[in-house]
């Protein structure tokens, strides 16, 4: 049985080091959603991630799957989609619609893990500044995108979703060719995927993964909307 924890209580967790193996990286239950412990824990490489109908549940796996903005690898398939032009992105002009694209059931018993309390702190951390989406059209229709935090010159990835064959590539080579114009040093893809891989992502230990969050978090961001 897991304990109620508080993830920002560093007496309990000071480093994310006591995450449970099974299930990898189950770190705490229960808290809320403010945006003072999102950040907290995003900081700390912590985020949240439940099913309907159950409490708030910590994770911090190890390893932690991390893409380097400046390590993009772009396959001659997305290169070509990207060359011909046939789509448009924009950043932080749609972030509803993106966060409940990524909502969608794509399940199917038709579930979704982004529950209505979890878009709505999103949806209040983008109103900060924090929360941030690219977004991929095709005929001034959404066809795909991805949203995420940003602390520092960290930016932690947390869903993406297609309508169209490559859309959400699309919207990540974008995202990894601003993020390394503004010498964002890392983007947290938090759990493993061939998708990833193929891209680019690495597995790192946890503990080499907080040490760049020390390094990158506290460094200048841009907490502001990006489309402007």
């Not at 001659?76 to 992105?89: E, I």
């Not at 941030?132 to 949203?147: A, D, K, P, T």
């Amino acid at each position: 049985m897991i304990a109620l924890l508080d993830p920002d209580d560093p007496a309990v967790f000071p480093d994310a080091s006591e995450a449970l193996r099974e299930p990898n990286g189950l770190l705490a239950v229960g808290g809320d959603l403010t945006a003072e412990r999102l950040q907290n824990a995003y900081r700390r490489g912590i985020f949240p991630w439940f099913s309907p109908g159950d409490p708030i549940l910590w994770w911090s796996p190890d390893p932690r799957t991390v893409l380097f903005p400046q390590q993009l690898r772009i396959s001659r398939s997305l290169a070509k989609r990207l060359r011909q032009q046939r789509f448009s992105v924009t950043f932080d002009q749609a972030f509803k619609p993106v966060i409940r694209g990524c909502a969608a059931p794509r399940d199917w018993d038709g579930g979704t893990w982004l529950v209505p309390e979890m878009i709505a702190a999103y949806e209040m951390l983008h109103g900060q500044g924090i929360a941030h989406s690219v977004e991929v059209w095709q005929e001034r229709q959404l066809v795909g995108g991805l949203y995420g935090i940003a602390i520092g010159r960290a930016f932690f990835g947390e869903s993406m979703f297609s309508r169209v064959t490559d859309a959400s590539k699309i919207a990540l080579a974008h995202l990894c060719r601003q993020l390394a114009d503004w010498d964002f040093g890392l983007i947290d893809c938090q759990m493993r995927t061939d998708h990833l891989l193929r891209m680019g992502a690495v597995e790192l230990p946890r503990a080499d993964f907080l040490q760049l969050l020390d390094r990158f978090c506290p460094l200048p961001g841009r907490q502001c909307r990006w489309n402007a």
